[in-house]
């Protein structure tokens, strides 16, 4: 079960959190509309490779990416973002694509977009397509430490 890793994790820390299953969707906003969550709270995790290294971009589903705006705010050369391949080895307990935004358990930092970070409640894919997870943000902030950064359209 992909999802015990990071519910074991929430238990140990006495975090309040609600689990919801939902038919299989492979799209942040699919999952968000099944799941009957606003697409501004889904927190989508993206996977990019820094300068080569492996890291989380984190935003609302609503959002996209501007890999430009992350390589300036990071005063990065090269950045892009990561193909399966290259990703699905650091996630061996999750479902291709629905990695949870816990970098901190991989080993990999975590960058949030700035409206994410202003929401009071957050759902994101428990490492699965089938089920989210749904928490206060101030939680998961606690708990991943991500670095709040502009990188969104």
């Not at 006495?14 to 038919?23: A, D, E, N, T």
């Not at 906003?29 to 501004?40: D, I």
């Not at 005063?75 to 694509?97: M, R, S, V, W, Y």
């Amino acid at each position: 079960m992909p999802a015990r890793k990071l519910k074991e994790y929430l238990n140990s820390h006495q975090i309040k959190y609600v689990s919801i299953q939902h038919s299989p969707t492979y799209t942040a906003q699919e999952v968000a509309a099944s799941a009957h969550v606003s697409g501004r709270d889904f927190a989508k995790t993206v996977i990019v490779k820094i300068e080569g290294t492996p890291a989380m971009v984190v935003l609302p589903a609503n959002r996209k990416v501007v890999l430009a705006d992350l390589r300036e705010v990071l005063g990065a050369e090269k950045a892009h973002f990561a193909t399966e391949e290259e990703f699905q080895n650091l996630f061996p307990d999750c479902e291709i694509g629905a990695m949870p935004p816990f970098g901190n358990l991989y080993g990999i930092e975590v960058y949030v977009a700035p409206s994410l970070a202003e929401e009071t409640e957050i759902a994101f894919n428990a490492g699965t397509h089938t089920e989210i997870i749904k928490m206060a943000y101030r939680d998961f902030e606690q708990l991943v430490k991500p670095k709040v950064i502009n990188f969104t359209t």
